[in-house]
């Protein structure tokens, strides 16, 4: 009987983990980037917008692709190719049909934010993604009706949001999600704290009926902290932004909070200072805004830095909310990222070469560096790199150039290398350094950064190869070689 139980209360636990993390399936076609990758991202919470990668796969010869994941509640995903990206709201367990494309004319001007765009194959009316589409498109139109009203901040749009509000949540009632009520609910709730009110109702308007206090009743009063719905957590930054520094100036009951923060930081304390709010005696949700509020004053001359970065610490190690582990975790993350740029220390790296061999950053102490990011798609990076061969034949011995390959398959590194065996300097691959082009703080591909022989970034970013040929405005990078070399 024991042999039995035990076997069954296996059984069970396998068949508890597999209804919590559902696998889902993302398949479909993009129209002209056969062969290129495919990058998928979700967001591991949006306190911080901490996006992590969950993988990648190839776009086949004739455009088709497949991607899986395990997913235990609605993720925000992001798709990648190059530079482009999109997104759309992924539910465990679900096959998602798509179609990506990309439309030069559309994205004219844009550098950084180039867009895909999406078509589901198979659009059903009642899919979550549909269904946020088509509340988008009113919330747009409802905001360009009322334009100057938003503006001035005139009151007189309450009665008529509050309106759109019901009028919104009535196309919803016999939707079976949870998730579009609550974005439309939050949506709405933004709406009215644009509108910058106050708690007091004098300071607000004599007939307004939706002050702070008022929309903090409706909207987040004894309501669940809903971690996986961007305009909850959207909603729920704006309305207490600057709030909790409010509460540092002030003593309740002989409890001061910046005196925690700054003597004797304790996250059981502060959690029982902040209880005695009457707006925060939810526990779950009191320890929430404790964190959002941490991570609004950290950086600032009236906390101990350190002691708040300690107080983060034991929130992601003793938290019995485990959403609220990896915000902490994700905020100390975002903190500590060492400042990057001109007179700071260029991060360090251990990455292959392509033989695989690993190359660490230490073997290059004592010589001056010129580092740029690329990658096989960027037709900038492949056409720069030929001015740099000839840049490294002139500058060889004095300059060590190093080019990073931030393609996800290592195999486009080798196969460029292939290609051009002339290209004589050290090539590198990002690998699994996922976080070495955040470190740079690398924003487009191809990226320059010139460092000196003590390790010092001099400029960041630096002159692309030729960049004075083609574009007046950038930096001589040789002027800066010379400057660096004859250096006293």
């Not at 008022?214 to 009063?221: A, H």
């Not at 037709?379 to 011995?397: C, D, R, S």
Request: with cysteine.
């Amino acid at each position: 009987m024991i042999k039995r139980a035990f076997l069954f209360h296996i059984i069970l636990l396998f068949i508890v983990s597999f209804i919590n993390a559902s696998n889902t399936v993302i398949k479909g076609k993009v129209s002209s980037f056969n062969g290129k990758e495919i990058s998928i991202y979700t967001y591991t919470d949006y306190i911080t917008q901490t996006q992590e990668k969950i993988g990648f796969t190839n776009i086949q010869s004739d455009g088709n692709f497949q991607f899986q994941f395990d997913a235990n509640t609605i993720k925000k995903v992001m798709i990648k190719i190059e530079d482009k990206t999109t997104w759309f709201f992924a539910e465990p367990g679900k096959v998602y049909h798509i179609n990506l494309s990309y439309d030069e004319a559309f994205n004219k001007g844009r550098i950084y934010d180039k867009l895909l765009s999406l078509k589901f194959n198979f659009p059903v009316p009642n899919e979550l993604n549909q269904q946020v589409k088509k509340f988008n498109q009113h919330y747009d139109d409802f905001i360009e009706e009322n334009k100057s009203l938003f503006e001035k901040r005139n009151r007189e749009i309450e009665p008529k949001i509050e309106a759109f509000e019901k009028e919104m949540l009535k196309k919803v009632e016999n939707s079976s999600s949870a998730f579009i009520k609550s974005y439309i609910t939050y949506s709405i709730a933004s709406m009215f704290n644009s509108l910058d009110v106050s708690y007091n109702v004098y300071t607000s308007g004599k007939n307004s009926q939706d002050t702070k206090a008022n929309i903090y009743l409706k909207y987040l009063d004894k309501q669940p902290v809903v971690y996986d719905n961007p305009e909850y957590m959207l909603f729920f930054k704006a309305f207490f932004k600057g709030e909790f520094k409010k509460l540092t100036l002030q003593k309740v009951k002989g409890f001061d909070i910046s005196t925690t923060i700054n003597d004797d930081p304790s996250y059981p304390k502060l959690s029982e200072i902040l209880g005695k709010y009457p707006f925060l005696t939810d526990d779950e949700f009191k320890n929430l805004f404790l964190l959002n509020g941490l991570q609004e004053v950290y950086g600032g001359k009236y906390f101990n830095n350190e002691h708040i970065l300690q107080l983060l610490n034991e929130i992601a190690i003793s938290s019995k909310y485990p959403e609220q582990k990896i915000i902490a975790k994700n905020i100390i993350k975002k903190i500590t990222l060492k400042k990057f740029g001109e007179g700071s220390k260029a991060p360090s790296f251990a990455l292959k070469n392509g033989k695989e061999e690993l190359i660490n950053s230490n073997s290059f102490e004592g010589k001056h560096l010129y580092i740029n990011f690329f990658t096989t798609w960027s037709i900038p990076a492949l056409k720069e790199m030929k001015v740099m061969h000839t840049m490294y034949k002139k500058y060889q011995g004095k300059i060590e150039f190093i080019s990073i390959c931030a393609d996800n398959d290592f195999s486009k590194l080798t196969k460029f290398l292939n290609e051009n065996p002339n290209y004589e300097w050290t090539f590198l691959h990002v690998g699994n350094d996922k976080n070495l082009t955040e470190k740079y703080q690398v924003k487009t591909f191809p990226s320059y950064i010139l460092v000196d022989k003590k390790g010092i970034v001099i400029k960041a970013p630096a002159g692309r190869p030729g960049g004075t040929a083609e574009r007046a405005t950038e930096d001589n990078i040789e002027k800066d070689f010379y400057d660096l070399i004859n250096r006293h």
